[in-house]
């Protein structure tokens, strides 16, 4: 079917809603309770749209599309219910941006820019809480800073399937909490990530990150993760030290944009102190640091030895299913060229 | 691997990743997803709430499980008889897909021959999975439009590891579930790559792409490619190797990036074999248990300070890009082996990763259209012959990749070693999910470490009662191999008479219990079933 957005004319197909169509179409309507991931929300209001013939604006993620349908997505009075929005978030919100480990990252600054929100009107009470939960070793929750999205309830409910937090209390006492308060540890949290990955504000922070960088200091690297074979696609965010401060993701890839606790928080061992730094070789049963010069002579001369002594068949190589493709074909190549042997294997079997 | 090769003509996964979304049946067997690979487990929660049956078959109650509609608890290592059960009702009850049997495959008889036998109460007999539950997961299945199975090391680590997953691939021809979107036969792969490993030919038998190393044509491309005469004997497996080096007949070894000290069965077999290895070489991003014994030790570069491509699971070749500097004096394992290659009288020239896919495109069909041009932004799913293919979402559309799909049934043999009067448990192995592997990442990253820092055997608490354990006792677990020492969780995930362990811990090593009896085609070892004794310590 056809409809029209902000003047262009579009091609959608049933069942798609407004902010689908126009996300496809590279239009950006804000939000910040949408994941194409998650049935629609409607939580946060913020992609409010103005549909030709409706009196009142729709919410874009909830509303399907229909043929010759007419919306606008940033006329004045939209605008500027979508900065009330903001300041009545911003209202009941820690608002530290000078020193929040999010800013620079954070839809909520975000969208407070673009809709120029330079004070917050509707000053009053605020939502008292006891501070941020550092229970786990992986992420802070810092409700302070919750602006009730729902978005972490549903992905942990909807893609995760766990439910571990849910909301607690009604209206202004509304909060994302575990069942009866509990300390993530103690619950079926798998510390999957999702919640973190998506969170629009500080609330949710991983905690390698925290007071390390801004984040436009970090440089960004795409990588595959190193543990199982999904082939989940990860930004390594890294410090001016060559340290990994923290790992995210984008959407366009095998894992949308979705992590599990390996991939997610456990790459700092690139950074372990433990890492081997040196070739080393062992003198009567003990290991001494050499240079690559040395350790190379020495593999090479007695694999060469061997190899000219007993036959090619007298070596053998486990290759890596950690390693990549193109070291797995050189070393084939390695033993089959050079050493003259089939005995190459690695640990698929095991 | 191998089965799917002979009944298929390929053997990975049949579909992409995504798909599990569509399908209309999912049936996971040997496979504890919510661990070993959480983010496809995301895809069949995912599938399940679009209203999609779940039928999870395992020994063990699984996370999975929860999320089931049918859960077959099977005795371990009597997964060809459960599959044999439900082909028997498939074909009793008139499920089977007629016309795709006859125009897509062969050997149909031999199915009906064997399957006869296998009538739910005799099924339930050997399974313990009872015979109403065997008929409803047979109509699940087999009435489902689109139907896939997910399977992973709990299939394939057993004696008759290929026939299993002959019969899993029997199971999914019988129906008509190869060759179309979201139905398929998807074996997970369980490290980053050792898919790309098993394609760029880091095994005994082929060359990259799969191509025979005893084949005259192929000797004859390779030798050509590489300008040297090269074996066309097969070569020996991992297991061989290490009975090759006790023989004396294996005298130097090299081992890149692995661990098998911890990874292989019969740990203390592994250790005599790399006492006693003339020159052991060994190029790791950490010390290992295994590089203790090297000669040698050469620091590598991780995943993060090189150029190179993964192949993952679904078949698509990704790349990944040097993110830092390599860490203190360590260099990628490329660089490594091309100066090794030129201390021995080579000549190798690789300027970047990017030159040897470019090599490797010229050398294996099924990589043959891959270039880092092409996977800048996106992967490409191979088989990709040439620059202008776009890639294989799923296999065998229209045609198996062999021709025909053949089946290739078989008959339920009883695991290598059953518990008897000194070894009364069944110990089966497996993956945790905050750990990888023998923990040479996972264990040098502190949030991980802290979630979980030593094995907890699991036990059922009929056992446990009669032994008097408790949660967090310490108990010493023998096999006929060697014995170790574990705590233990007591818990409802395992039957009377079975126990877990996961191959993790050094300090509580499953691989020192486990039964290195081989599945005679793929050589894998049973991990998944040996007989034990469990004593308070």
Same mark, same amino acid.
């Given at each position: 079917?056809? &409809? %029209?957005? +902000?003047?262009?004319? &579009?091609?959608? %197909?049933?069942?798609? %809603?407004? =902010?689908? #169509?126009?996300?496809? +179409?590279?239009? /950006?309507?804000? +939000? &910040?309770? $949408?994941?194409?991931? =998650?049935?629609?929300?409607?939580?946060?209001?913020?992609? #409010? #749209? /103005?549909i030709e013939g409706v009196a009142d604006p729709v919410t874009a993620c909830t509303t399907e599309v229909s043929a010759g349908m007419v919306v606008e997505t940033e006329t004045p009075s939209l605008k500027k219910m979508r900065k009330v929005l903001v300041e009545l978030m911003l209202a009941n919100h820690d608002v530290e941006c000078l020193t929040c480990d999010k800013?620079? /990252?954070?839809? =909520?600054?975000? $969208?407070?820019?673009? $809709?120029?929100?330079?004070?917050?009107?509707?000053?009053?009470?605020? %939502?008292?809480?006891k501070g941020i939960k550092d229970d786990n070793p992986f992420f802070i929750r810092d409700n302070r800073k919750c602006i009730l999205c729902y978005k972490c309830v549903n992905l942990c409910k909807q893609v995760q399937g766990e439910a571990s937090i849910n909301l607690e209390n009604r209206g202004f006492d509304t909060r994302v909490t575990t069942a009866f308060d509990l300390p993530l540890e103690e619950i079926n949290c798998q510390f999957c990530g999702l919640c973190v990955n998506e969170c629009p504000t500080g609330a949710l922070m991983e905690k390698s990150a925290l007071r390390k960088a801004r984040n436009w200091e970090l440089k960004k690297g795409s990588t595959i993760c190193p543990y199982c074979g999904v082939g989940c696609e990860l930004e390594l965010n890294i410090d001016e030290n060559d340290q990994i401060v923290k790992v995210t993701t984008n959407s366009d890839n095998v894992n949308r944009g979705q992590t599990c606790v390996k991939g997610k928080f456990g790459l700092d061992f690139v950074n372990s102190e433990e890492r081997l730094t040196k070739p080393l070789i062992k003198e009567e049963g003990r290991f001494r640091e050499a240079s690559w010069e040395e350790a190379l002579d020495k593999v090479a001369d007695n694999f060469g030895r061997i190899r000219d002594e007993f036959g090619g068949d007298a070596t053998a190589a486990l290759s890596s299913a950690k390693c990549t493709n193109e070291e797995n074909y050189l070393m084939q190549k390695f033993m089959r060229a050079v050493m003259g042997t089939n005995s190459v294997d690695h640990c698929a079997r095991l | 691997m191998a089965g799917l090769a002979k009944s298929f003509g390929s053997g990975a996964m049949t579909n992409s990743i995504d798909e599990i979304e569509g399908a209309d049946a999912i049936f996971v067997t040997g496979s504890n997803t919510t661990e070993a690979h959480p983010v496809i487990a995301y895809r069949v929660k995912k599938a399940k709430q679009n209203g999609s049956k779940l039928i999870v078959a395992d020994p063990r109650k699984i996370d999975l499980v929860k999320y089931a509609d049918l859960w077959l608890q099977q005795k371990p290592g009597t997964d060809i008889a459960l599959l044999n059960g439900l082909m028997h009702v498939i074909i009793r009850d008139d499920l089977l897909d007629k016309k795709y049997i006859q125009k897509r495959t062969e050997n149909f008889e031999a199915v009906e021959d064997i399957m006869e036998k296998y009538d739910p109460e005799h099924v339930a007999e050997i399974t313990g999975v009872p015979a109403e539950d065997i008929v409803k997961a047979a109509h699940m299945y087999g009435e489902a439009e689109r139907a896939s199975i997910l399977y992973a090391m709990g299939i394939t680590q057993h004696t008759s590891g290929t026939d299993n997953v002959l019969s899993i691939a029997c199971l999914a021809m019988l129906t008509g579930n190869v060759g179309k979107e979201n139905a398929g036969v998807n074996p997970l792969r369980g490290q980053n790559n050792v898919q790309g490993a098993c394609d760029l030919g880091a095994l005994p038998n082929v060359y990259p792409g799969y191509q025979a190393v005893d084949d005259e044509e192929v000797n004859k491309k390779f030798s050509e490619a590489w300008g040297v005469e090269l074996s066309d004997e097969v070569g020996? *497996?991992?297991?061989? !190797?290490?009975?090759? !080096?006790?023989e004396d007949e294996v005298k130097a070894l090299y081992v890149m990036g692995e661990n098998p000290v911890l990874s292989d069965p019969d740990s203390n077999h592994i250790r005599e074999a790399l006492e006693q290895?003339?020159?052991?070489?060994?190029? @790791?991003?950490?010390?290992? @248990? *295994?590089?203790?014994?090297a000669d040698v030790v050469l620091p590598a570069a991780s995943f993060a300070e090189k150029d190179g491509t993964f192949t993952n699971s679904e078949r698509k070749v990704q790349k990944l890009d040097q993110v830092i500097e390599p860490i203190g004096e360590s260099k990628s394992d490329w660089e490594i082996l091309m100066e090794l290659a030129n201390r021995l009288g080579h000549d190798w020239d690789y300027s970047s990763a990017s030159e040897i896919m470019d090599e490797i495109a010229r050398v294996s069909p099924i990589y043959g259209g891959i270039s880092y041009e092409r996977i800048e932004e996106e992967g490409l799913q191979w088989p990709c012959p040439d620059y202008d293919h776009p890639g294989t979402k799923y296999l065998h559309k229209g045609e198996f990749s062999r021709g025909l799909g053949q089946f290739n049934p078989a008959e339920y043999i009883p695991p290598a070693e059953k518990p008897d009067e000194d070894y009364p448990y069944v110990l089966t192995t497996g993956r945790r999910l905050f750990h990888f592997h023998t923990r040479t990442m996972s264990g040098n990253s502190p949030g991980l470490e802290e979630q979980y820092s030593e094995e907890l055997m699991e036990i059922s608490l009929a056992d446990a009662q009669r032994m008097e354990i408790e949660d967090g006792d310490r108990v010493l677990v023998s096999s006929r191999r060697g014995e170790v020492e574990s705590k233990v969780t007591v818990t409802d995930r395992v039957p009377e008479g079975l126990v877990f362990m996961s191959f993790h811990f050094a300090e509580s090593a499953a691989n020192v219990l486990t039964n290195p009896a081989l599945d005679p085609v793929a050589k894998i070892p049973e991990y998944k079933v040996c007989a034990v004794n469990i004593e308070k310590s």
């Open positions: 079917m056809k &409809l %029209t957005i +902000n003047g262009e004319k &579009l091609e959608a %197909t049933e069942g798609q %809603t407004i =902010l689908e #169509v126009a996300q496809e +179409n590279g239009i /950006d309507i804000p +939000n &910040l309770c $949408y994941s194409p991931e =998650l049935k629609p929300e409607g939580a946060c209001r913020m992609c #409010v #749209v /103005d800013a620079g /990252d954070c839809k =909520l600054q975000d $969208y407070a820019y673009r $809709y120029s929100v330079k004070k917050v009107r509707f000053e009053g009470e605020k %939502t008292e809480f | 020996l *497996t991992v297991t061989e !190797i290490f009975d090759g !080096i006790e290895v003339e020159f052991l070489v060994v190029q @790791d991003i950490f010390m290992s @248990d *295994t590089a203790e014994y």
